[in-house]
């Protein structure tokens, strides 16, 4: 369902104009009154659709609004979550690039050492690994790019059909699971939102776009804690793209990438801001998919010519290239030969990769791990496949062994102790954290233990687990 404030202030406004062409003949005393009954009407339904979108949630006519959902009885006295990741925030980011209010709020609350992301290191598959407490291999979204041997087909960031169809995510998101219990939920963005996951969006929604201001971004979460108890969503997801899109483009140090940080640390204080003012008891999560590395982009990797694709699927990355193969006799004899050509890369067979990746043949949910792998050795990438520019930061290694694709963990608010510094941790541990600060249980495996993180909180969950 659209919301209501699709309806067009403007083309009233231009029916309106083109009855002013007819006013010349009028005395200037109509005039004036003509003018006068259009502000009026003008107001009136610019008041209309203010009022509507702001009784369904809407904030802008991008918004989806599932029809017919209410939160049950029980549900409107669980705990508010808003749930914010701002992509490519490396774990050190708050401190080098002055992100004093941040710093501050995570000094009021806790404060990660770095959270570690799921292994590769890249956006889709680590902000889903966030909301369903699987590895990649486990939920299905192994890489920003993939191949599904059942489906005979790419998966693509850039594929609108592929984004929106649910059948592509394993797992069951956080959204998912308040919506089964009838705890409604929002996104203002979020790996998997967009698609019916389960059969289910959740009850406000947003197709990704970046041309929404952040001012109105703000307001919309305002207005959905603003809803009555039975419509307001009690988990929110909210995205930040723009130090992602710096690093990438200046490298980590640079100072456009200061900037963004320091853009995305303004943008967290007008939001608590906002949010204190509905007098809600909201707790915030503040985390990032991943981190950002400089990498060598004078030298970079070329594809070894021993691959023959006649043999494989090829599905080339900066940082990992994947090989999946057409005939399997030939896998063997290519990871021999690739062995032979490193230089600046690492060749895996995927039943042989570090244990810790979980992330090989054995684990692989849905045959999308590949046969071969070919992971840059950092600095060192490979060479764009499609004559783009190379820049200079990039991520996607190992995050134990490139300590700068770790990422950052801050949580403050009514539920989490003060002036706690914890270790790092894997970030598949959040999901049941936030399962059971919601009283949301759940029967399905996961990868996260509660164990993990549940010392962060003021109270203990006894009796209140996420596990059923």
């Excluded at 292994?119 to 598959?125: D, H, I, R, V, W």
């Excluded at 902000?127 to 599904?148: C, E, K, M, Q, R």
């Excluded at 009514?414 to 541990?429: C, D, R, T, W």
Aim: charged share 20%; hydrophobic share 40%.
């Amino acid at each position: 369902m659209e919301p209501a404030g699709e309806v067009d202030l403007m083309a009233g406004s231009t029916i309106l104009h083109q009855h002013e062409l007819r006013m010349n003949a009028f005395s200037d005393q109509a005039y004036i009154c003509y003018m006068y009954m259009k502000i009026l009407i003008l107001l009136f339904v610019s008041s209309f659709i203010s009022l509507t979108s702001f009784a369904q949630g809407a904030g802008t006519p991008q918004q989806k609004v599932v029809a017919g959902r209410k939160n049950s009885a029980k549900q409107q006295d669980k705990p508010y979550i808003i749930l914010i990741s701002a992509d490519g925030f490396r774990h050190d980011y708050a401190e080098m690039h002055g992100a004093d209010n941040l710093l501050r709020l995570s000094k009021q609350g806790v404060q990660a050492a770095s959270m570690i992301p799921s292994f590769p290191s890249k956006t889709f598959p680590n902000h889903y690994s966030i909301v369903t407490g699987l590895y990649p291999a486990h939920h299905g979204l192994v890489s920003n790019h993939f191949y599904d041997p059942e489906r005979a087909e790419i998966y693509s960031p850039r594929n609108r059909r592929q984004v929106e169809d649910g059948s592509w995510y394993g797992g069951v998101p956080l959204w998912v699971l308040a919506e089964q219990q009838q705890m409604l939920s929002a996104s203002f963005y979020w790996v998997g939102s967009e698609a019916d996951i389960n059969g289910l969006h959740p009850t406000y929604y947003y197709r990704y776009s970046e041309e929404i201001p952040m001012e109105e971004r703000i307001q919309t979460v305002v207005n959905w804690l603003n809803l009555p108890e039975g419509s307001r969503p009690h988990l929110i997801t909210f995205y930040l793209p723009e130090a992602d899109h710096a690093g990438h483009r200046y490298g980590p140090e640079a100072p456009q990438t200061r900037q963004a940080v320091q853009f995305i640390d303004q943008s967290i204080q007008q939001l608590t801001a906002a949010v204190a003012e509905t007098g809600l008891p909201v707790n915030y999560i503040f985390v990032s998919d991943h981190g950002m590395t400089a990498v060598d982009t004078a030298h970079t990797l070329s594809l070894p010519a021993v691959i023959d694709t006649s043999n494989f699927i090829v599905v080339e990355g900066d940082v990992m290239t994947t090989l999946y193969a057409k005939d399997t006799a030939a896998v063997r004899p290519t990871y021999a030969a690739l062995k032979e050509a490193e230089n600046g890369f690492t060749t895996y067979l995927t039943n042989q990769t570090p244990a810790h990746w979980h992330y090989n043949s054995k684990e692989d949910s849905t045959g999308r791990v590949g046969d071969i792998l070919l992971l840059a050795d950092w600095p060192s990438i490979f060479s764009p496949p499609d004559a783009r520019r190379v820049v200079p930061g990039r991520h996607g290694y190992d995050p134990r062994i490139v300590e700068d694709m770790q990422a950052t963990f801050y949580a403050w608010g009514p539920a989490f102790k003060e002036q706690l510094q914890i270790s790092s941790f894997e970030n598949v541990h959040l999901y049941p954290l936030i399962a059971a600060l919601l009283e949301l249980p759940y029967q399905h495996k996961i990868d996260g233990r509660l164990e993990v993180l549940e010392k962060v909180l003021k109270k203990p969950l006894s009796g209140k687990k996420g596990k059923k």
